[in-house]
């Protein structure tokens, strides 16, 4: 579930997501932000901040460790609780590439924050993401 505002050159986007298909069924929000220009005809590029929050099963699923997993792995228990998952800043370039295919790329560097960070689970707090695709529309 998610919705889009347009403001200027400003995109706002607010989106709202539960992992059915995963199986832990928690429920997780994303906040973004992103100033956008046009780069020509069918390009854009985009930069601003994202922030990720997620309820307890969502969090437990991600970065708890329960005693069994503890046990078995020699990792610190860990409890983790609703709360904000990361702050981030990206960046995304998209070129339309013929009649029907577009070029994108996205940038992400990102901090896990509070229950995330603390997790026995993670070693470096500091998130980089880079993806680049080509799609096709019909």
């Known amino acids: 579930l998610g919705a889009e505002l347009d403001v ?4 706002f986007r607010a989106g709202l997501a539960q992992g059915i298909v995963s199986g832990h069924g928690g429920l997780y929000a994303n906040l ?3 100033y956008r220009i046009r780069l020509g005809r069918g390009a854009f590029a985009g930069l601003g901040p994202s ?3 997620g309820n307890g099963a969502y969090m437990s699923a991600l970065y708890g460790v329960s005693p069994r997993e503890s046990q078995a792995s020699g990792l ?3 409890s983790a609780l609703s709360g904000i ?4 800043f990206q960046g995304i370039v998209s070129l339309q590439v013929g009649e029907n295919w577009r070029l994108t790329s996205v940038v992400r ?3 896990l924050m509070d229950k995330a960070a603390g997790s026995s689970l993670i070693t470096q707090p500091t998130q980089f993401f880079a993806v680049t695709a080509l799609t096709r529309s019909f």
């Open 8 to 11: 200027g050159n400003w995109s």
């Open 32 to 34: 973004d932000a992103s």
């Open 51 to 53: 922030i990720r929050a």
């Open 76 to 78: 610190t228990e860990y």
């Open 85 to 88: 998952e990361s702050l981030a």
């Open 109 to 111: 560097l990102g901090e």
